[in-house]
């Protein structure tokens, strides 16, 4: 996969103001091309790129994870969600929580074939 920003991940600014702002189509397109980078959209359209994960955060995230879905082995209902999972919120950002939770009730206000890219979608809980 080519990626379109070719930086080392250490030198990245932390945002990323592009005008006009990126379309929804185009930054899902920018997420989807630049595997090394993570990216977050403001509502204002400012991209936040996030470096990787310290080891003490990736195993905090992991342990955050596995205890939810857990949780979801028990009740099976609604979908669990993992860092890599961008939502796209009402206010126009696009944001990765560490670790979400949607209902089966969310869930079906989705149009098929939505869970592909980002969905519009406010989880039910999230951490962060």
Excluded at 32 to 44: A, L, P, T
Excluded at 81 to 110: K, N, T, V
Aim: proline share 9%; with cysteine.
């Amino acid at each position: 996969m080519s990626t379109l920003l070719r930086m080392d991940a250490e030198t990245l600014p932390r945002t990323l103001v592009v005008t006009p702002p990126l379309t929804e189509t185009e930054f899902e397109v920018l997420c989807r091309e630049s595997d090394n980078i993570r990216f977050e959209r403001m509502k204002d359209g400012t991209i936040c790129m996030n470096p990787p994960a310290g080891g003490w955060t990736s195993d905090g995230n992991a342990e955050i994870i596995h205890q939810l879905r857990g949780w979801w082995d028990t009740h099976e209902q609604g979908r669990v969600f993992d860092s890599s999972a961008g939502f796209r919120l009402p206010d126009g950002s696009i944001l990765s929580p560490d670790a979400a939770y949607a209902s089966p009730e969310a869930l079906s206000h989705l149009p098929k074939g939505e869970l592909k890219g980002f969905p519009r979608l406010c989880p039910d809980f999230v951490v962060e």
